[in-house]
């Protein structure tokens, strides 16, 4: 997977408003109505991140998830990134966060 340039990054960051850039990285705080609903959250996160097989780092504090993606492997930024944060974004959507 190429590591997307800045120009690139800028243009999938419009399409997925939740999401700030730090560095390399892309980051999202979920904030879900309960604990139960942000571990439902995790758990479908989950599923989507096998099928693509791209995984993000998920930090749980009650009922806020905080996500962080990067592709490791091209050294920043990469098409999987955004598709992922859709993704995640949809799911958090679904479940009312």
Known sequence: MDRLDDTAITTRLAEVPEWRREGDEIRRTVTAPDFRTAIAIVNDVAEQAEK????PDIDIRWRRLHLVLTTHDAGGLTDLDFKLAARIDAI?????A
């Open 52 to 55: 693509l097989n791209h995984h």
């Open 92 to 96: 958090a959507a679904d479940h009312g």
